[in-house]
């Protein structure tokens, strides 16, 4: 178990192909306990493999938003398929640990369907709206390389560019360029 670094945009990891989980082993074991020891550690409501670099068609919703309580374990969605559903869509902002700081407002529909393999290798189901929604239809979109920036005209996406650039640096050199101004 181990917080892993987050990936961050523009890095190309990101945009990966992802592979299918066959069966449940130790390896996706330790990574479904990493990924929860670096969400819990960035205070993410959910994160996908590819987040952390691992090409996993794997992602994990924080408990309570998937109607648990305080006490479970993340939800594990392994080989997600996600299935919008209704025609109700809502606009809200978007955060993303692989976009530090940086909220971009998207339309998702209210409601979603998730199939998924769960970490005992089942096959279940969920239906998820609002938030819960939400989160599902952006953790499938890492694992299609879908991000944040394809959300946003080039405008802004070069303004999200050269921020990252800039949290890149500041991080590479211990916080000094932003002491230095």
């Not at 025609?87 to 529909?109: K, M, Q």
Request: glycine share 8%; hydrophobic share 40%; charged share 30%.
């Amino acid at each position: 178990m181990a917080v892993r670094p987050i990936v961050k945009w523009p890095d190309p990891r990101l945009r990966q192909e992802t592979n299918a989980v066959p069966e449940i082993t130790d390896e996706i074991r330790e990574l479904y306990r990493d990924l929860c020891d670096t969400m819990f550690a960035d205070n993410g409501l959910g994160i996908a493999a590819i987040q952390i670099g691992h090409p996993t068609k794997m992602f994990l919703i924080e408990a309570t938003l998937a109607g648990g309580s305080q006490d479970d374990p993340p939800l594990a969605f392994i080989n997600p398929e996600i299935e919008l559903v209704g025609d109700v869509l809502e606009t809200a902002d978007e955060g993303c640990l692989s976009f530090p700081g940086i909220y971009v407002p998207i339309e998702r529909s209210y409601k979603a369907r998730a199939r998924a393999m769960n970490m005992a290798g089942e096959i279940f189901e969920v239906e998820g709206e609002g938030l819960y929604a939400r989160a599902l239809q952006h953790e499938n979109d890492h694992l299609t390389g879908r991000l944040l920036v394809d959300f946003v005209g080039p405008l802004k996406r070069q303004m999200i560019k050269r921020k990252m650039k800039r949290l890149v640096a500041e991080q590479e050199t211990g916080g000094d360029e932003a002491a230095r101004g």
